[in-house]
C-alpha cells in the first residue's frame, strides 16, 4: 500500500503539486523560505467489502509479498490458528485411505515426473505467460539469478480447490510440495521454513476450509522413505 494510500485510508489529507501550477519566478524581492501553493487533491478509494487477503494465488497478503518476512509472520499465525499440522506419511496415507484428497501443488512438470499414487495435481504457481511490462520484469527477475523457467501464481488456484473438494472439502486435505516445510522455530529460522505447500494451506484457510493438514518433508521424504509413487 502507497504512502499516499495510508494517508488516505487514516483520514489525513493528501496534498500534491496540482498540474501546470508554475514554478516561482525570482526577483529582487525573494526569499529562500517561500514556497510554491499546493492544492489539495482528492483521492477517494473504495473500501474492500472483503478484508482476508487473497493470500498466495492473489501474491498479496495484507499488502506484502509472500515470501517476504512480514508476510511469513502473518501466515504462520493464520496456520496456527487454524490448526493446520504437518503429518507424517504414514498419517499423510491413512487420511488418503479414508478419502481425503491429497493435494500436489508442485507445477505440472513435476507433478508428472513423480507422485504420490491417486494425489491430484492443483499448481500453486504456473510457469510465466504473457508478456505485458510487469511480466517480463519478473522474468528478467528470475534470469538474473539464472532461472529461465520462472513462475507466477496460477489464477485459478482458489477456483481448482473448490471444485475438488466441493463434495470432500468438510474432510479437508492434505497438501504437498516438495519440502513441506515448518511451523516450528528453530535458531535458523524463528518463524518455521516457509514452504509453498504451507502457503497454500493458508490460501485454503482463506476460502473457508478447515482440517488442512501439510505432508511433512514434502515429496523429498515421501521418496527417501521408499513410499510408492507414480509414474
Not at 509472500?66 to 498419517?91: C, D, N, R
Not at 534470469?143 to 463434495?167: C, M, R, W, Y
Amino acid at each position: 500500500m502507497s504512502l499516499a494510500t495510508r494517508s488516505v485510508l487514516s483520514g489525513q489529507s493528501v496534498s500534491l503539486l496540482a498540474p501546470g501550477s508554475q514554478s516561482l519566478q525570482k526577483s529582487p524581492g525573494w526569499k529562500q523560505s517561500h514556497k510554491p501553493r499546493r492544492r489539495a487533491v482528492c483521492c477517494p478509494v473504495a473500501a474492500s467489502s472483503n478484508p482476508v487477503s487473497r493470500g498466495a494465488s492473489g501474491l498479496d497478503i495484507e499488502g506484502f509479498r509472500p515470501t517476504s518476512p512480514k508476510a511469513w509472520a502473518i501466515v504462520t499465525k493464520a496456520l496456527q490458528q487454524g490448526k493446520v499440522k504437518l503429518i507424517s506419511g504414514s498419517e499423510a496415507k491413512l487420511q488418503a485411505d479414508r478419502g481425503i484428497p491429497v493435494i500436489d501443488i508442485r507445477p505440472p512438470p513435476e507433478y508428472d515426473g513423480s507422485h504420490i499414487p491417486k494425489s491430484v495435481n492443483i499448481p500453486l504457481y504456473r510457469p510465466i505467460t504473457g508478456w505485458d511490462a510487469r511480466k517480463i520484469a519478473r522474468r528478467a527477475g528470475f534470469a538474473f539469478f539464472g532461472v529461465f523457467n520462472g513462475t507466477e501464481a496460477n489464477p485459478d488456484f482458489a477456483s481448482d480447490i473448490q471444485e475438488t473438494l466441493k463434495e470432500s472439502g468438510k474432510k479437508g486435505a492434505v497438501l504437498v510440495c516438495n519440502i513441506g516445510g515448518s511451523l516450528q522455530p528453530s535458531q535458523a529460522n524463528v518463524l518455521g521454513r516457509q514452504s509453498r505447500s504451507l502457503m497454500a494451506a493458508y490460501e485454503l484457510l482463506t476460502l473457508g476450509f478447515s482440517n488442512v493438514n501439510v505432508l511433512e518433508g514434502g515429496m523429498g521424504e515421501w521418496k527417501k522413505s521408499g513410499r510408492p509413487t507414480e509414474p
